[in-house]
């Protein structure tokens, strides 16, 4: 706002004799903070079958009927690795398309709002 000649006009903004400018300062601030973080998202780890899948630094998930879940930065890359952990079953395979094809470790890429793996002992 300016005032006469150019000048800028000083506001005194004052609601119910607050200062107004330093709580929209703190909106603002507040807004810009949220507008900042990075979104979570949710790694969802199964496992039908005797075993364990190890999911980097997160931790393990154990079976039988294993169902573990970490909140994780969208966009973070994470390790899977099967574990054999009863003599009669051996990992058979990854049961979701994000892990198909592979026959041991597996590297996924978190997306929001969950990203779902499987892994199957027999």
Avoid: K, Y
Avoid at 3 to 10: E, I, L, M, N, V
Avoid at 12 to 22: K, L, Q
Avoid at 25 to 30: E, K, M, S, V
């Amino acid at each position: 706002v300016a005032g006469s000649c150019g000048q800028p006009a000083d506001i005194d903004a004052r609601v119910d004799g607050a200062d107004a400018t330093a709580d929209a300062a703190r909106l603002d601030a507040a807004v810009d903070a949220a507008v900042d973080a990075t979104p979570l998202a949710t790694l969802r780890v199964l496992i039908s079958g005797r075993g364990r899948v190890v999911a980097g630094t997160l931790g393990q998930c154990d079976g039988p009927s294993g169902d573990c879940s970490w909140d994780v930065e969208a966009g973070v890359m994470v390790d899977l690795v099967p574990v054999d952990t009863h003599p009669q079953d051996t990992f058979a395979g990854w049961s979701t398309a994000n892990c198909a094809g592979e026959t041991g470790a597996c590297t996924v890429t978190i997306v929001a709002p969950q990203t779902l793996v499987g892994a199957t002992f027999q």
